[in-house]
């Protein structure tokens, strides 16, 4: 059964410092992997989308990367800001099963960027 | 860019009483799910539709059941509101395939 997991649970940086977010999936027969922002009260964002046969995906200052043979996937923010303060999750299909995009989350990174 | 709208952002109601939770996606989604959000249980599914009047149980659907009459409306109902249903709930669609999940902005219901 896919398992997902993340890792910290809460991290505070100073403002300009570069970061890494770190996501564990169990079940390496992922169709995709997805990571998404959550501020305070609100929904989640979709940031970025990496399908299996890539390696990684950018987004301005995000990159995020994919090693299916190891289970794990990284969110790089570069030059993080006060506005990068949020709760990132990562999640992924299902074992056995993606198409759909019903999704297994991670419980999240707290992230805080101090001015 | 896809539009998934949740009808209230925040909903109080009272134990015992019948709640409707609604959803509207605007980008012909095949794919819609009802997830719970509790701090420290990360998102949970509770039901989830692949097409019109199809649904499938998702982790915790006790309590729950859902309607899909069109295509781009997907309504969470709460038959008999319990204190242990409040909670933040989260509608998602998304095609079949490689396209992703999209989120609502979320209700935030308080059952007292």
């Known amino acids: 059964k896919q398992e997902v997991t993340q890792i910290p649970a809460a991290l505070s940086v100073p403002e300009g410092e570069n970061l890494v977010l770190n996501c564990s999936f169990t079940d390496s027969a992922i169709y995709n992997l997805q990571w998404f922002r959550q501020d305070p009260g609100k929904g989640l964002t979709s940031l970025l989308l990496i399908q299996s046969s890539q390696r990684e995906q950018t987004s301005g200052r995000l990159n995020a990367s994919l090693d299916k043979s190891s289970g794990r996937s990284t969110l790089y923010i570069a030059a993080s800001q006060p506005g990068d303060s949020a709760t990132y999750l990562c999640?992924?299909?299902?074992?056995?099963?993606?198409?759909?995009?019903?999704?297994?989350f991670g419980t999240g990174t707290l992230l805080a960027v101090q001015p | 860019d896809v539009k998934v709208t949740q009808s209230s952002r925040y909903l109080v109601k009272r134990t015992g009483e019948k709640v409707f939770l609604e959803c509207v996606q605007d980008?012909?989604?095949?794919?819609m799910f009802w997830y719970r959000q509790d701090p420290g249980l990360g998102l949970r599914l509770i039901y989830f539709?692949?097409?019109?009047?199809?649904?499938e149980k998702g982790d915790i659907p006790e309590g729950y059941s859902v309607s899909r009459e069109k295509k781009e409306r997907f309504s969470l109902i709460l038959e008999s509101a319990s204190t242990n249903q409040t909670s933040m709930y989260l509608c998602?669609?998304?095609?079949?395939?490689?396209?992703?999940?999209?989120f609502g902005s979320g209700t935030q219901l308080s059952v007292l």
């Open positions: 998602a669609s998304s095609l079949d395939g490689p396209g992703g999940l999209f």
């Open positions: 980008m012909d989604h095949e794919n």
């Open positions: 539709s692949y097409d019109v009047k199809m649904k």
């Open positions: 999640a992924a299909p299902p074992s056995g099963g993606g198409a759909t995009n019903k999704l297994i």
